[in-house]
Nanobody, 119 residues
Framework: QVRLVESGGRLVQAGGSLRLSCAASGLFFSTYTMGWFRQAPGKEREFVSAISSSDSPWYTDLTKGRFTVARDNTRNTAYLQMNKLEPEDTAVYYC?????????????WGQGTQVTVSS
C-alpha cells in the first residue's frame, strides 16, 4: 500500500525555521514528483512547492523565497525547509505524489502535519 507520512510540524516562533519530512513507501519514489500543499483554517488547500523526479524545484508566490524543497531518493523522503516563518504560514501541511508533473493530478496524499507559527 502506498503511504505518505508527514512529520516535523510543530509550534514555532515567528522568524523561526522548520523542516518538514515526507516519508514515502509502496511506490517507486524516484519516478514521482513530490508536492507540498497547505491548508489554513477556513481556507482551501493551496499549492506550496514541488520537486520533480529530475530534482527540479518549483515554487509559487506563497513561498516568498523562504521555502526550499528537496528530496532524498535513497531514503524515499521529500523535505520542505521553511525559514523566516510568519503567522500566515500556520496551516496543515500535506505532501503528495504524482507521476503527472508538478500540475498533477496528484495520486497520493499524506494525512498532514500541523505547523503553527506564533507571533
Amino acid at each position: 500500500q502506498v503511504r505518505l507520512v508527514e512529520s516535523g510540524g510543530r509550534l514555532v516562533q515567528a522568524g523561526g525555521s522548520l523542516r518538514l519530512s515526507c516519508a514515502a513507501s509502496g511506490l517507486f519514489f524516484s519516478t514521482y514528483t513530490m508536492g507540498w500543499f497547505r491548508q489554513a483554517p477556513g481556507k482551501e488547500r493551496e499549492f506550496v512547492s514541488a520537486i520533480s523526479s529530475s530534482d527540479s524545484p518549483w515554487y509559487t508566490d506563497l513561498t516568498k523565497g523562504r521555502f526550499t524543497v528537496a528530496r532524498d531518493n535513497t531514503r524515499n523522503t521529500a523535505y520542505l525547509q521553511m525559514n523566516k516563518l510568519e503567522p500566515e504560514d500556520t496551516a496543515v501541511y500535506y505532501c503528495a505524489a504524482t507521476t503527472g508533473g508538478i500540475r498533477g493530478p496528484y495520486d497520493y496524499w499524506g494525512q498532514g502535519t500541523q505547523v503553527t507559527v506564533s507571533s
